[in-house]
């Protein structure tokens, strides 16, 4: 670990993953993020991380990135504001007369027969590119398919369920040849008209 720290910095928890035993936090000033392993929160005692979690901690830059190395003291986060349910959908009245029994819809004339849409092209693997250790993501693998040679991810820190694509070729330029269901990785990704692509994937 490098000598440089950075002592009593305020930061906020990312996310927090206790069945996983570390985490991310983020500055408050807004200049980056830091990495949390639970072994600096031995020493604290019972205590519980979640979102928005206010810290006051010792930052240690280290040749995979910033990481905790000191929590000084903690502030629970705020309660989450309760959504207001959404108002049910009226149905659109029909657009007859009132008392009216002979009204009749018109009757549309049937339109142009709609051409099949073209099948997506398969997507080519990007070329591997230099990328900073701050920069990788952590998730699990939800599939991988040894047919198609290809699978999806779950990064932790998203709950939209669309997953990012990686395929073999990915694999390989990242030193590996197969990875398992549920097995926890590491990865970089890049947005795309077909969804988030995995340029690099690593094991955690």
């Given amino acids: 670990m490098s000598e440089e720290q950075k002592q009593q910095v305020t930061a906020v928890v990312k996310w927090y993953k206790a069945d996983k035993g570390f985490g991310f936090v983020r500055f408050a000033d807004g200049s980056?993020?830091?990495?949390?392993?639970s072994r600096v929160l031995a020493s604290l005692g019972e205590v519980s991380l979640t979102e928005g979690t206010g810290l006051v901690c010792d930052i240690a830059e280290t040749p995979k990135?910033?990481?905790?190395?000191a929590i000084h003291s903690i502030?629970?986060?705020d309660p989450a504001e309760v959504k207001a349910a959404r108002a049910p959908?009226?149905?659109r009245q029909r657009q007859t007369e009132v008392g009216d029994p002979q009204a009749v819809r018109p009757v549309q004339a049937p339109g142009?027969?709609?051409?099949?849409?073209?099948r997506r092209a398969e997507r080519s693997a990007p070329a591997l590119m230099p990328v900073a250790s701050g920069e990788m993501i952590y998730g699990t693998v939800r599939w991988y398919n040894l047919d198609s040679q290809s699978g999806l991810i779950d990064p932790w820190d998203d709950e939209t369920g669309i997953g990012v694509y990686f395929d073999r070729a990915i694999l390989r330029q990242s030193g590996l040849e197969v990875v398992a269901d549920g097995e926890d990785v590491r990865f970089?990704?890049?947005s795309g008209d077909g969804g988030p692509t995995a340029l690099r994937v690593e094991l955690v």
């Avoid at 980056?32 to 392993?37: K, Q």
């Avoid at 142009?112 to 073209?118: Q, V």
Wanted: charged share 20%; net charge positive.
């Fill in 89 to 91: 959908k009226q149905r």
């Fill in 65 to 69: 990135g910033p990481q905790v190395v």
């Fill in 75 to 77: 502030t629970p986060a």
């Fill in 112 to 118: 142009p027969a709609r051409e099949p849409k073209p």
């Fill in 188 to 190: 970089v990704a890049v």
């Fill in 32 to 37: 980056g993020e830091a990495f949390l392993h």
